[in-house]
């Protein structure tokens, strides 16, 4: 028995745990759980595995081959604070029944990058720090009918809400809120969610989970985000699904709903998940060389320079929803200029003020919470790997405004831009994906199956219905 799992045992009895739930990811980001009777908990399921119905899980397997097995990850355990009775979490990865490891599960495609970096002998750890953003909503309304297309959103911090008049149902409105896209760092009443973001900060650090800064975002309608520490692929990916978890339940609790949604909000400020990067090796911060340019070393230019260069079927994965796009139109703070620069939060790449030897690193500011994060830091370190084995140079520094310059201006000085649509994205990921497969870290079936899926049950039905905007465009034509 591993000491891990010794530990987790030892947890059982002295927290009196009544419950175990057993959590993996599918190919979308989203969390799935199977609880078990804690006394009926074995080692022998950390060993051989706990089978399940992989047919039920989307884009995973077919009827006549469901049998899958969970791999528990005993260092992973948590108590969730949100359960009535003593429940553990424990995160898994997924097997096929012989074993091997399950060649669409997300953790696992993570743990074959991370060891395709070993072997290219580049470097032996790579740390990512997300930064999820997200919408605390009061009120959510959505129809999708043949015959009608139509959603709301509320909250009584949306600019809207000054033409209010809650007399009528015996109550006032108190003002006191942000005007749109100034919603970045007011005190309270104007910032009314400082006591909801703390309940979430107390929340992440009883999980084990250290945060740092705690903030309202740009956005009106209850834009935040909670600073949270890096760690390396596996861990950064798996607290991304602690974090999501812990923010949407502590909303829910407190009678509102929280959503990571990329743009839920016309004419405002969208949620992105920007991600800090660095590659490491021997100990040493292979991204950092003193004296350069934001102290940037070449292997952290080359590694820009990989992405740069993928971006468009690296978007597939870290940008992978219809609703991405939206966020990544001009005018709203989300950069979709594929350049570099120190401070600079207008290009894609930010190179953080003041990083010294441990602490240089890219920020890549173009991702969103719909991916899924072992995906999306997978397609990152692959596209940047590519980039650090071919030496691919991203070009110079760029320290102006590039919100300034039109697309034809940008092309012009052969400055490329994210995708505009994911069909964009997806189309390009099918023309480029020989870094994805590299060292078999993923494989061209599972490639193909994601562009299939991704193409019948989002773009396709999305573009095919109508939007209310195209009645006031297009009823009398």
């Known amino acids: 028995m591993s000491d891990a799992v010794k530990s987790f045992f030892t947890l059982l ?8 739930d057993f959590r993996f990811t599918d190919v979308f980001g989203r969390w799935h759980h199977v609880a078990y009777n804690a006394k009926a908990v074995t080692e ?20 006549s081959e469901s049998d899958t097995l969970l791999m ?8 969730d604070p949100f359960t009535a009775d003593p429940t553990a979490v424990v995160i898994c990865s997924v097997h096929d029944v012989d074993g091997t490891p ?40 959505v129809v999708d009918e043949p015959n009608k297309q139509c959603y709301e959103v509320d909250s009584e911090e949306g ?61 009106t309608a209850g834009q935040g985000e909670i600073g949270v520490k890096f760690g390396d692929i596996i861990t950064a990916a798996d607290n991304v699904q602690k974090y999501k978890y812990v923010v949407k339940n502590v909303a829910h609790i407190n009678g ?25 090796k021997d100990g040493k911060n292979l991204f950092f060389k003193a004296g350069e340019y934001g102290n940037l070393s070449d292997i952290a230019k080359w590694f820009i320079g990989g992405i740069i260069k993928h971006a468009g079927a690296v978007a597939a994965f870290t940008n992978p929803s219809t609703n991405s796009y939206k966020r990544l139109m001009p005018g709203f703070e989300a950069p979709s200029v594929l350049a570099y620069s120190a401070r600079n939060r207008s290009a894609c790449f ?72 994911l069909r964009e994205a997806l189309e390009a990921l099918k023309r480029d994906h020989d870094f994805l497969t590299a060292g078999g870290v993923m494989s061209e079936d599972f490639i193909k199956e994601y562009i299939d899926w991704k193409y019948e049950v989002e773009v396709n039905p999305v573009e095919g219905r109508p939007h209310p905007y195209e009645f006031k465009l297009y009823y009398s034509c």
């Open 350 to 421: 930010r190179i953080p003020y003041g990083a010294g030897e441990k602490s240089v690193r890219v920020e890549f500011r173009s991702p969103d919470s719909s991916s899924c994060p072992y995906l999306a830091f997978t397609a990152i370190l692959m596209a940047g790997i590519d980039g650090i084995k071919n030496q691919i140079d991203p070009g110079e520094p760029r320290d102006e405004d590039l919100f300034q310059y039109t697309l034809e201006e940008l092309r012009d000085q052969g400055i490329k831009t994210m995708p505009a649509t």
């Open 13 to 20: 009895k002295e927290e009196e745990i009544e419950f175990v």
């Open 44 to 63: 022998e399921m950390f060993e051989k595995g706990i089978p399940f119905d992989g047919s039920s899980i989307r884009m995973w397997k077919d009827i």
């Open 102 to 141: 399950y060649y669409k599960d997300p953790r696992t495609i993570a743990k074959k990058a991370l060891a395709y970096l070993e072997e290219s002998g580049i470097g032996d750890a790579a740390y990512f720090g997300p930064e999820n953003e997200f919408f605390i909503f009061d009120h959510v309304h």
């Open 256 to 280: 509102k709903t929280a959503t990571f949604m990329p743009k839920p909000i016309y004419g405002d400020n969208g949620n992105g998940m920007h991600v800090h990067c660095s590659i490491w």
């Open 72 to 79: 528990p990850d005993a260092s992973t355990v948590f108590i």
């Open 159 to 219: 600019e809207w809400n000054w033409k209010k008049d809650p007399r009528d149902e015996g109550g006032y409105n108190i003002g006191h809120r942000p005007a749109y896209k100034e919603g970045y760092f007011p005190v309270p009443p104007v910032d009314s969610q400082m006591d909801i973001r703390a309940e979430m900060v107390n929340v992440l650090e009883e999980i084990g989970i250290e945060t740092y800064v705690v903030h309202h975002e740009v956005g």
